[in-house]
């Protein structure tokens, strides 16, 4: 049983088109995190959030946004999808052990703008 | 950008050879953590070493830290063709909360 799901796991869209990528957690963090991957730029930071009140902008925020519907979900969304949104995304969370704690990674979401 | 630089890009070994990749980094660090990416998928902590720390062994996983030299090296001792992966080292910056990371090593193993 996977600790942190995406959905979808592959999504194909167009340019313009509002998307949103969700993530769940059964690990009772309250740490949540979004990231981009792509080819031969290892992973950046778009959101993350702290607790259910909490939202902070990452390293790529721009063209993005974020939903924290409960502790255990974490959204992104795309208003406008356009072709360089075209990556990997990762959901990830930490526990409260402390800052810059070990995280713990989703499966990922496969997303193509054409 | 990159806090995090891994070198090599990518390495090459038989099975039964040990395996060392390096990260280096530019401002003073809380830890540095050591993640592994099979294929497309997510990525797997390894190990967290901790700004005091010198050394840490995990299995066959032995991490050093040099903070004087604002680096690290991640030794896979008799690798395995199962650990064929990307390996990604990721600093949390001294004052800072969150993980950046680096643009990863990618190690083949072959049989």
């Known amino acids: 049983d996977a600790d942190v799901t995406q959905t979808p796991r592959n999504r194909i869209t167009k340019t313009g088109k509002r998307i949103m990528l969700e993530c769940s957690q059964t690990k009772g963090h309250d740490r949540m995190y979004w990231y981009r991957q792509d080819p031969g730029l290892g992973l950046r930071l778009i959101y993350y959030?702290?607790?259910?009140?909490?939202?902070n902008k990452g390293e790529i925020s721009d063209g993005y946004s974020v939903s924290r519907q409960a502790q255990a979900k974490f959204s992104l969304s795309l208003e406008s999808a356009i072709p360089n949104q075209t990556a990997l995304y990762f959901c990830a969370t930490s526990g409260p052990g402390g800052l810059g704690d070990t995280q713990y990674f989703g499966p990922g979401t496969r997303l193509t703008v054409l | 950008s990159q806090q995090g630089e891994e070198d090599p890009q990518a390495l090459s070994i038989q099975e039964g050879e040990n395996a060392t990749m390096n990260c280096s980094y530019k401002t003073s660090i809380n830890n540095l953590q050591w993640y592994r990416q099979n294929s497309g998928r997510g990525l797997v902590h390894l190990i967290l070493?901790?700004?005091?720390?010198r050394e840490k062994h995990s299995g066959r996983l032995r991490v050093t830290l040099d903070t004087s030299k604002k680096s690290s090296s991640l030794l896979i001792t008799a690798s395995r063709a199962a650990d064929t992966a990307s390996y990604f080292c990721a600093t949390v910056v001294s004052g800072y909360s969150t993980l950046t990371f680096g643009k990863g090593t990618m190690l083949l193993v072959s049989p």
């Open positions: 070493i901790r700004s005091n720390e």
């Open positions: 959030s702290f607790d259910v009140k909490d939202i």
